[in-house]
């Protein structure tokens, strides 16, 4: 075995332990924030030499760790390496080390050789979060290369792990023969479709969520195609789609906890960027945070430069000073509106549509809880229609919890966190439809200005985290998975629920339903589940056609330790005749998993 192999399986063998005990949830991070730092960091009685939390944000994990290691922190008998790893985590957007054990050059199986991407048509592929402008999530039969007879068929290809992830919550792009996936750790990578071998691997600054675009370039060298995403810390690159060079990076907004969560959508010469924030969830677990600053927007880039062409704050005013808390921390308002689902592109009518989060405290701006339109070329916005009112939320409000940033009447938290899906009707009339996380559907007129066509209940009773990342729609229908369990559909023209599969949960106690994105071909839709499962319905008649159990441990292609976990964010993609799916998922009640499955028809 090579030395490089030998020290990648050292290197994951001595920081697997530390990653597994510390899942670096959010929610995780930020109570244990707050039971040690917040006495210190945040607090008006300690002192003015004392860095404000919202400074901490702006720190790497690594300076984070260097930081805890020295006085007066190093004193602190509480702080085991575990905790400052989660804190860390929290604060810097991705794990300490993780760099080192992440590089394609440690892996055995690098490519034998990396031919320049000159074509991106020539092959089927799936592009982006949504496959078109669309946001259908849908595959033609052509492209698929699987139809729904043959998906009872499909068996494990290959599988690629990924050094030191617990979350695969990018999505996989497909394009020119090759695979691209970014993961928890912030390490994205470029593999070939058919064997698994990898081209190339690039760091970046945080954890990486969304689904890449690849696109033209023009200006760059010898860079013909780049490659583009995002980060939870919000900064936007542009890669060598061939080789992984970083050709530009830029931060589309200051604010400490702002992230890019949706995938940014590429369109003529043109990259709409989403900015959505963790404020909603650091806010409610903290008694020191200034709540609340951040604004969702979308950010118009020049795809060949980076440059800004216009940027549009969902919410218009700006916050400013209103109450402090018992403690003297100032609080804020107008805010929230957090955009955390990727742009549709509606060409004829020139306009993006988006769906908006919730306010974090009231009054709740008219345009949370929304779906917008904005005009393409100025960012200005054209019309909003603002499906639930008064939603004002931050996470773990309730009974024990502290935290004056809770709103006093907490809302339903009934954001939009799906992109819209625009399709065509038979009658040539359009529909904007769009899933909502109560678990309502919504039929939008995008050449009415918005006006609400139909609505469809899903579940008997609306509830947060019903619908949350997306469903799928082909010609007649549009399909969403529930988080009670379950798949249904509705018809595109009219929102009549055409059938329901129910999904029983798992027999022992543990994380249920469906909200990952869902993803279509002809004749059946594919689903990922909390419960570590990946099914295939029948389009027809929701007939269970597929299913397959992630949550075991895999040979990979690269020797990588890897194990499938639990489904709830990103989507399978099919491409050419495969299926790809990212398997693994925490925040807080999932099943870690850092593999790469691809499956085709045998």
Not at 18 to 26: E, L
Not at 207 to 213: E, K, P, Q, T, Y
């Amino acid at each position: 075995m090579k030395r490089s192999v030998w020290m990648l399986m050292a290197l994951v063998t001595m920081l697997w332990p530390a990653v597994n005990a510390a899942h670096a949830q959010t929610t995780e991070g930020a109570v244990l924030f707050e039971d040690h730092c917040a006495k210190c960091h945040g607090n008006p009685e300690s002192g003015p030499k004392t860095p404000e939390v919202l400074t901490l944000w702006k720190m790497t994990p690594e300076q984070v760790m260097a930081s805890l290691a020295k006085t007066p922190h190093a004193a602190l008998t509480d702080l085991t390496e575990d905790t400052k790893r989660v804190v860390a985590m929290y604060l810097g957007g991705r794990r300490v080390g993780v760099d080192a054990i992440a590089e394609a050059k440690l892996m055995p199986n690098q490519c034998s050789s990396n031919p320049p991407i000159t074509d991106i048509t020539s092959k089927p592929s799936w592009n982006g979060w949504g496959n078109d402008i669309s946001n259908a999530r849908f595959q033609p039969a052509k492209a698929a290369g699987i139809t729904a007879e043959q998906v009872p068929q499909l068996k494990l290809k290959w599988a690629f792990g990924f050094p030191g992830a617990d979350e695969v919550y990018g999505q996989p792009t497909v394009a020119a023969g090759r695979v691209f996936l970014g993961t928890d750790t912030g390490a994205v990578y470029s593999l070939n479709a058919d064997t698994g071998c990898v081209y190339w691997s690039f760091q970046a600054d945080a954890g990486m969520r969304n689904a890449i675009s690849i696109g033209p370039v023009k200006g760059q060298g010898s860079a013909k195609f780049g490659a583009y995403f995002g980060d939870v810390r919000s900064h936007v690159y542009m890669l060598d789609a061939t080789t992984g060079k970083l050709l530009w990076k830029v931060k589309v907004e200051d604010h400490p906890v702002s992230r890019v969560t949706g995938a940014p959508t590429l369109y003529d010469g043109r990259l709409y960027v989403p900015v959505s924030s963790s404020e909603e969830r650091t806010a409610g677990y903290s008694t020191v945070y200034p709540c609340c600053t951040f604004r969702g927007s979308v950010v118009a880039l020049d795809a060949n430069t980076g440059k800004t062409i216009w940027k549009t704050y969902t919410v218009s005013d700006a916050p400013k000073p209103t109450v402090k808390t018992s403690k003297g921390i100032q609080q804020w308002g107008p805010n929230g509106g957090a955009v955390w689902n990727s742009p549709t592109i509606d060409v004829k009518n020139q306009a993006i549509y988006i769906g908006t989060g919730d306010a974090y405290t009231f009054p709740a701006p008219k345009t949370t809880d929304a779906i917008m339109a904005l005009d393409m070329k100025t960012g200005k916005i054209m019309w909003a229609i603002q499906d639930t009112e008064n939603d004002a939320w931050v996470a773990g409000c309730g009974p024990g919890n502290m935290s004056e940033n809770c709103p006093k009447d907490i809302g339903p938290d009934f954001d939009f966190g799906a992109s819209p899906i625009l399709r065509n009707l038979p009658d040539g009339h359009r529909m904007l439809v769009a899933g909502q996380k109560s678990g309502m559907v919504w039929g939008h007129d995008p050449d009415r200005e918005g006006t609400v066509v139909w609505k469809a209940q899903l579940v008997k009773k609306l509830a947060l985290g019903m619908i949350t990342f997306g469903g799928a729609a082909d010609e007649q229908n549009a399909y969403f998975g529930l988080r009670t369990g379950g798949v249904a559909a509705v018809s595109l023209d009219k929102g009549e629920q055409k059938w329901f599969t129910p999904i029983a949960g798992p027999s022992a106690p543990g994380p249920r339903g469906e909200t990952a994105a869902l993803t279509a071909i002809p004749g059946a839709i594919f689903s990922g589940g909390w419960d570590g499962m990946l099914r295939a319905f029948s389009a027809t008649d929701g007939k269970l056609l597929w299913d397959f159990n992630m949550i075991r441990d895999y040979q990979t292609v690269n020797g990588v330790p890897a194990k499938g976990g639990s489904m709830a964010a990103p989507g399978p993609t099919v491409a050419d005749g495969k299926l790809f799916v990212g398997s693994g998922y925490v925040f807080g009640a999932g099943t870690p998993g850092n593999a790469l499955l691809v499956f085709s028809p045998q």
